[in-house]
């Protein structure tokens, strides 16, 4: 594995295989002492063209937590807002020694083409590209579901026959995207629910079955884990519902669908979180809720992708 560039490039064994590593990074900071000194004398660098926080923030973390040296690089006040190109930046990059690149990008498939130009001889680790894939969240998602359902002590355990229903705004998610690769990878079944508006073009080619109606979804699948994704307003430039109330009456996760759903159900969201919206505050504060979990696991999992992509042992074959 050179790059995590996207979760449809893991194979089975490989995505396993990051999420026992994952877990070997999660024991470490239940320590006193959490950071190693595993990437000792490497760089890493965020390349972020995208506003973010906690993606920028885990990733920081996660670095420092590995002893590497780690620069922060934002778009927002450097040459890029001077006009410089990606290429002159990757460059740069280079030149400075960057032994891994964390970029996020407002373009899709910018992380792969960062990759496939070989301006920078470095791993690139994709923190989110436009609208098309976010593979860490969903690997932090898997890692999470993994630890709840089949508890901590599940090295080697992957997710199969778990029945996975992710709602809300498919169309601008990159988490959607990237959850259903990983997940279906992994053996479960994923099930979609959004208003038509809000199904991608060509969504139904890629597996997972989709359905309009939350409360029959609820219902039919019996759901071990419920993902609500965040509507994202501010990349919708037309009005894909005809008003927010009746997005909340129809796909939001009240208290009602709270009670409707399995005792022991599993409830996601990978934030910023709109509270009434897409989530209530009792669902997204119940015991079910893994909200902050996610979190946390995430430091775990992006150790675990840096220590793999940047120590030298890639597992490669």
Known sequence: MRHLL??????????????????????????????LATLRGRTVVNLFFE???????????????????LINFSAK??????????????????????????IRHSSSGAA???????????????????????????????????????????????????RVVIVGDLAHSRVARSNLWLLR?????????????????????????????LDTAITEVEPSVVMMLRVQLERMQTSYFPSQQEYVRNWGLSDQRMQALPEDVVIMHPGPMNRG???SSRAADSPNSSVLEQVSNGVSVRMAVLYMLTSGDRGEK
């Open 6 to 35: 996207s979760t449809k490039d893991l194979s089975r064994e490989q995505a396993v295989s990051i999420l026992d590593v994952a877990e070997d990074m999660a024991e470490t900071q239940l320590r006193e002492q959490k950071k």
């Open 51 to 69: 506003d973010s926080t906690r993606t920028r923030i885990s990733f920081e973390v996660a670095a420092k937590r590995l002893s590497a040296d």
């Open 77 to 102: 006040g450097s040459s890029v807002s001077k006009g410089e190109s990606l290429k002159d930046t990757a460059q740069t990059l280079q030149a400075l020694g960057a032994d891994a690149v964390v």
């Open 112 to 162: 792969q083409n960062l990759a496939d130009a070989g301006w920078i001889n470095a791993p690139i680790i994709n923190a989110g590209d436009g609208k098309h894939e976010h593979p860490t969240q969903a690997l932090l998602d898997a890692f999470t579901m993994r630890r709840r359902v089949f508890g901590g002590n599940s090295r080697g355990v992957a997710l199969d026959g778990l």
């Open 185 to 213: 990878t992994l053996g479960a079944d994923v099930t979609f629910v959004a208003p038509e508006t809000l199904v991608p073009f060509g969504a139904r080619d890629w597996g997972a079955n989709i359905v309009h109606d």
């Open 277 to 279: 919206v897409e989530i």
